[in-house]
């Protein structure tokens, strides 16, 4: 997360311009990292082992 607004501030794009070229997954660890840093409310996962 901290990545992608660097490399915007740096190129001044704007953070809901680059939304369109992050793939699906990178968008989902971004989520899973926000929830883990109450950035965003968590929702109910199951444990799962891998």
């Known amino acids: 997360m901290d990545a992608i607004i660097h490399v915007c501030e740096d190129l001044t ?4 311009d680059v ?3 992050i793939s699906p997954t990178i968008k989902n660890k971004l ?4 929830m883990t ?4 409310p ?9």
């Not at 794009?13 to 809901?16: Q, Y």
């Not at 989520?31 to 926000?34: D, G, P």
């Open 19 to 21: 939304r369109k070229f």
């Open 42 to 50: 968590r929702q109910n996962t199951l444990p799962i082992d891998l």
């Open 13 to 16: 794009v704007e953070l809901e």
């Open 37 to 40: 840093l109450n950035y965003l």
């Open 31 to 34: 989520e899973a990292e926000a």
